[in-house]
């Protein structure tokens, strides 16, 4: 979630010529204990080169926003509303025609909006470049987006639904709030039903001024629609008459926090296990099978919904960004995200690529290993409290006392591993997720993941992203977290 504020008349000092300003703080209310933190803002005081870094990173962000398919989108929707006139009744051309001019003001706000964004985290001058990743911008020199495949994401669009208001309406009981199963940070999900007998859940964006829901929506739509996996929520359509909808399958269990904190009935080992490798594999779907890299951002365990027969399917794409190939990563110039979920070099440099995503799904396998949330009611980390016994391998420490030592050892062993892996400071030393993926089934060779990632810590002095991490000890760690929480907390 995104949402661009201008400075305050009276910004404070925090002594590190970085300054607050305020803005409206909606609390996440998905899960309790989750600190939603999208609008404190931190201005830093930055010098020219800076500034003309941080403009290039500007255009970086436009680029990796969904926006410009979109308008591909509105383009070819234009063209099929043009054709369609001669084929068509004016009743039957009448809704997509609206959806036209609803999208164009979208497109004209969204424009509007990128202009406004305002830059947050520490100055970040030179992009440090990992081994690997520094080989492929060699061998790719930075292209423009291929045509061909741009026109290929577009066609995925006649697959989804524009709803009329009614027609959402009658779906949820004219927005009952007997129907609302969820409540995010900006939006409600209601539980409806089709004509045909389908089961939906309609989400109605609520917070925000225009612009910044239009931002929201466009951005969640703009990569749901592009995502197809049975680990990621299905789109059934949308809805932009009197208001903004999206409209997914629904899942009949909810999400995988309601079940491990709202729940009476414990979840059993099994089910933690499936899920554990069902969102491994959703995710390294996101990083490495898309056409363009997706980082989804907000990996938590409310946003893991669980269909039927408990296969997770990762959910809100609000903050998702696709990366070109030949990136290594991106800045963020907002602080944005879940507290208790956020790795190192987001809170220091405001880095964005998949190991930030790798670090968030370490936080949801201690989730499932421990019952216990990322953020505990007194605002304490579980990395803080897992990583000692991490260290020491305890598992019988870490296990959820609820489970009964009810688990298939093997199993719980190499989910331990995995989380001990994702969440280490160093995102370098993080694995990628197909390794994740490897090492939860166990597959011959997941060993050697593991030898590598051990032996990149060996290398450590050879790396200056490691020596930043080595330098950023937990206590580092902590004191960030609760100078973003205060400023957030603050306003
Ligand atoms: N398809 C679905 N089926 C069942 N429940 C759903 C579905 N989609 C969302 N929910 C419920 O609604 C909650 C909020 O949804 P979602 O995370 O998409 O909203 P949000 O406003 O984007 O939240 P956030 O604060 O994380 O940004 C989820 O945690 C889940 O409980």
Known sequence: MEAALEPSASPCENGNGASAVTGKLPVGEGTPGEDKIPVAVLYVSVSAQDLRSLDMEKERVDDSSPREVLEDCLRSLESETGSSKASTSDSDSQPNRRAVSHWQEFVRLIKARTIKRLYTFPPFVVPKLSKRKSRNTRANPISKPNPTEDASFCSIKSSWKNFT??????????????????????????????????????????????????????????????????????????????????????????????????????????IRYKIALGTAKGLKYLHENCQRRIIHRDIKASNILLTEDFEPQICDFGLAKWLPEQWTHHIIPKFEGTFGYLAPEYFMHGIVDEKTDVFAFGVLLLELITGRQALDNSKKSLVMWAKPLLDKNDIRELADPSLDNAYDPEQMNRVVLSASLCVQNSSILRPRMSQVVQILRGDEGSLDCVKLCQNLGLQRTYSVELFDAEEYNSTRYLSDLNRHKEIALEF
Do not use: C
Not at 213 to 224: K, R, V, Y
Not at 241 to 270: F, N, R, T
């Open 165 to 270: 208001l009614s027609e959402l309406q009658n779906a949820t009981n004219n927005f009952s709030p007997g129907n609302i199963i969820g409540k995010g940070g900006y939006a409600e999900v209601y539980k409806g039903r089709l004509k045909d007998g389908q089961f939906v859940a309609v989400k109605r964006l609520i917070q925000g001024t225009p612009e910044e829901t239009i931002g929201d929506f466009l951005s969640e739509l703009g990569i749901i629609v592009h995502v197809n996996h049975p680990n990621t929520a299905k789109l059934i359509g949308y809805g932009v008459e009197g208001g903004m909808y999206i409209v997914l399958q629904l899942s009949p269990h909810g999400s995988l926090a309601s079940l491990l904190y709202g729940s009476k009935e414990k979840l059993k080992w099994s």
